[in-house]
């Protein structure tokens, strides 16, 4: 008499968590996300639009640091992930002296030192899988500057510097970490800091967009430009970083409203 076959364990679910996934490229990387069966982690400041798929919410606001603390229990109990999408970012522009000092700290503390502090939280109590990836997403204006957004570009460059440097720690885990380093987007944030009249038809859509860094992440690559049009602008930025920054100069910040 045959025993009848044994069924094979049931994988567990992929799961995910997006920070900043209530609007822009973090929508999209929810959107898709779900659309390939992940079970998603939301963290934001704003609860979002879930469509048909529910998702986990958890509310923070990531400028106060006592929230991050505060949710950072909850966050780790949530997981394990195999994928994390650390993208939640804000802008302060305009002419660097005549910004509120506090608004250049809290872009600093939501674009790069909440990102910092949720990785090292994750990868220490390691519920973040082996083979799992982790995405930073940094700024095309790592390569060519961003005069009149001066804080925003240096929280940027502060988190791809730091994701650089966690790499080899997280790959003693079994994690991979992804740079991504986006251009402009056709997004509600992009449209509220870009100077009058920019064009806004030369934008990449955020769908697109996170699809292409959600794949590079996936397939372990260290960075991520998506678009051809933005592999050559940080190209031509790596090349001629002085012409390239003076450009950005009169495109953006002598339009910006005084």
Not at 94 to 120: C, K, S, W, Y
Not at 163 to 168: C, D, G, L, P, V
Not at 189 to 206: F, L, T, V, Y
């Amino acid at each position: 008499m045959t025993s009848a076959p044994k069924r094979a364990p049931k994988r567990a679910p992929k799961r995910a968590l997006v920070t900043g996934g209530s609007a822009g490229l973090g929508a999209a990387a929810v959107s898709w996300l779900q659309a390939h069966r992940y079970e998603v982690v939301v963290l934001d400041r704003d609860r979002p639009w879930t469509g048909k798929t529910p998702v986990q919410f958890i509310r923070c606001d990531l400028a106060s640091r006592t929230e991050l603390d505060d949710v950072l229990p909850e966050l780790i109990a949530a997981g394990p992930y195999s994928l994390v999408f650390l993208n939640a970012g804000i802008n302060a522009t305009g002419h660097f002296e005549r910004l509120d000092a506090q608004a250049h700290i809290d872009v600093l503390r939501v674009n790069a030192e909440a990102p910092m502090v949720i990785t090292a939280g994750l990868l220490e109590a390691k519920v973040v899988r082996r083979g799992g990836a982790m995405v930073f997403v940094s700024s095309l204006s790592h390569f060519t500057g961003y005069p009149g957004a001066a804080s925003y570009a240096a929280s940027k460059d502060a988190l791809a510097i730091y994701a650089k440097s966690m790499r080899q720690y997280a790959k003693s885990r079994g994690v991979s970490l992804t740079v991504a380093f986006p251009g402009p987007l056709k997004t509600d944030h992009a449209e509220q800091h870009s100077p009058e009249g920019a064009d806004a038809s030369k934008r990449m859509d955020p769908d697109l967009a996170a699809s292409l860094i959600i794949a590079d992440a996936r397939a372990g690559k260290k960075n991520s430009i998506p678009g051809a049009a933005n592999r050559f602008a940080a190209w031509i930025g790596r090349l001629f970083p002085k012409p390239v920054t003076a450009m950005m100069r009169r495109l953006i910040y002598v339009r910006l409203k005084p």
